[in-house]
């Protein structure tokens, strides 16, 4: 059956495929996602996924039968798009801001996906005692790009916290993912270019090989916003640098390869 034949959408509240109801609070919208009759809710007034989570949704590979963490979650976004684009067995959210984990706990029961997916509120600096050592075989993650020293606070607090190193580091951010992904398993994640160094060194300090990189770029001729990384948990030295993926064929037009591969 399409998911999407099965959600009704109101101006209040919203019909999950059980029949449940599920109430939009004020300032939130329900986003068709185009994929699998998926929706995601939202507020702009916190923060709202963007291209970055959609192509790490496109770059990690989670295997059938594979168990696979989100760190920062935020709206859930990633859980939903991969329970759609693989066939991992089970996936899970994790997500400091109670606000935004009870949001996207309520995306996960719209789309009828409860004995698929977990969001779970709680601190990545903590996940150890919140999850088992080595308990996942893919561990993703899009975390904040910036520290104190790039950009100005957002004053918005839940958007500050999704854009700058408030509540966890970049280190921390690593060594969770570390903690938690079994040997051999797999680590992805997005970032800023301008970070690489620091991410590289991070990635080695806690014994995740990077195994796989790919730049993205607006347009041909522009440098490169983000970065997609695959690495591996006691993996042997060895990178595969992947072609750059370029977003724009110009203003306003996506590449074939965004569209076909990512929707857009």
């Not at 270019?193 to 080695?204: Q, T």
Request: proline content about 5%; glycine content about 8%; hydrophobic content about 35%.
């Amino acid at each position: 059956m399409n998911r999407k034949e099965t959600v009704t959408l109101t101006t209040n509240y919203l019909i999950s495929p059980s029949g449940e109801r599920i109430c939009l609070k004020p300032g939130e919208r329900a986003d068709d996602l185009q994929l699998c009759g998926l929706y995601c809710i939202q507020d702009p007034d916190r923060f709202c996924f963007g291209m970055d989570a959609v192509l790490l949704s496109g770059y990690a590979t989670v295997k059938e039968n594979e168990t696979c963490l989100d760190l920062g979650t935020g709206t859930g976004i990633l859980p939903l798009l991969l329970s759609a684009k693989t066939k991992g067995k089970h996936f899970t959210g994790l997500e400091i801001q109670e606000e935004s984990a009870e949001m996207a706990s309520r995306s996960v029961r719209l789309n009828g996906l409860e004995d698929k997916i977990d969001i779970v509120c709680g601190d990545i600096r903590k996940a150890t005692d919140i999850f088992q050592r080595s308990s996942f075989d893919v561990i993703t993650g899009n975390p904040p790009y910036m520290t104190d020293l790039h950009a100005l606070k957002n004053p918005n607090e839940a958007k500050a916290i999704a854009r700058h190193e408030v509540l966890c580091t970049l280190k921390e951010f690593v060594a969770a993912a570390a903690a938690l992904v079994r040997p051999g398993g797999r680590f992805y994640m997005v970032h800023r270019p301008f970070r690489l160094p620091e991410i590289m060194e991070a990635l080695k300090e806690y014994k995740l090989e990077p195994k796989g990189l790919r730049f993205v770029h607006s347009y041909v001729d522009r440098e490169p916003s983000m970065v997609l990384i695959e690495s591996v948990r006691g993996g042997r030295p060895g990178m595969d640098v992947d072609a750059p993926l370029i977003i724009y064929e110009r203003e306003g037009v996506f590449t074939d390869e965004v569209r076909r591969d990512y929707r857009f």
